[in-house]
T-cell receptor, first 115, second 115 residues
Framework: AQKITQTQPGMFVQEKEAVTLDCTYD???????LFWYKQPSSGEMIFLIYQGSYDQQNATEGRYSLNFQKARKSANLVISASQLGDSAMYFCAITRGTSYGKLTFGQGTILTVHP | SAVISQKPSRDICQRGTSLTIQCQVDSQVTMMFWYRQQPGQSLTLIAT?????????ESGFVIDKFPISRPNLTFSTLTVSNMSPEDSSIYLC????????????FGPGTRLLVL
């Protein structure tokens, strides 16, 4: 079974600063993927970034980058140059094998960006 | 990216009644997924809906409580039966991205409150 742990219930960051949201995982699948989603107060789930377990390089998408350390089973999200609109809940999730549809989510981290 | 719509967007229901949630995708997809997000909690996969076959339910979810239909490749329904206040949640449907696009798209969700 897969398990995702997000140990930071809440994080605060100053506008324009960088912030790292932690995510550790456990899985017995030899091949898997890791997702980060943003959920604003409206409730929609917004895809941010994906990292495959066999990808050689860490994933990047604009201001988002993923610090993937496979041996440590961690997949931390780094948000650079934080904006007020980044204030939201952030979820880390892992696939069940290579099925992108079947995700196991962590408990989430609430990020608050201060002006 | 896939565009997913859900109906209703929100509803308030009485205990003991049932509600059917619709999910429409703008492209044909093999599998559709239903998730539940209880208040203040993370997302949990309820079931996978394949066109032309019975839905596959996750541990803790049963067909009698959450019957699912998948009449074609762009549409699915989830029924929450014999509701109780514990069923108050956001229900989201999702689909995998196209081949080569490692992502999963979520619908806007249906906010359900059971009194």
């Amino acid at each position: 079974a897969q398990k995702i742990t997000q140990t930071q219930p809440g994080m605060f960051v100053q506008e324009k600063e960088a912030v790292t949201l932690d995510c550790t995982y456990d899985t017995s699948d030899p091949s898997y993927g890791l997702f980060w989603y943003k959920q604003p107060s409206s409730g929609e789930m917004i895809f941010l970034i994906y990292q495959g377990s066999y990808d050689q390089q860490n994933a990047t998408e604009g201001r988002y980058s993923l610090n993937f350390q496979k041996a440590r089973k961690s997949a931390n999200l780094v948000i650079s140059a934080s904006q007020l609109g980044d204030s939201a809940m952030y979820f880390c999730a892992i696939t069940r094998g290579t099925s992108y549809g079947k995700l196991t989510f962590g408990q989430g981290t609430i990020l608050t960006v201060h002006p | 990216s896939a565009v997913i719509s859900q109906k209703p967007s929100r509803d308030i229901c009485q205990r003991g009644t049932s509600l059917t949630i619709q999910c429409q995708v703008d492209s044909q997809v093999t599998m559709m997924f239903w998730y539940r997000q209880q208040p203040g909690q993370s997302l949990t996969l309820i079931a996978t809906a394949n066109q032309g076959s019975e839905a596959t339910y996750e541990s803790g979810f049963v067909i009698d409580k959450f019957p699912i239909s998948r009449p074609n490749l762009t549409f699915s329904t989830l029924t929450v039966s014999n509701m109780s206040p514990e069923d108050s949640s956001i229900y989201l449907c999702s689909v995998e991205g196209p081949k080569g696009k490692e992502t999963q798209y979520f619908g806007p969700g249906t906010r359900l409150l059971v009194l």
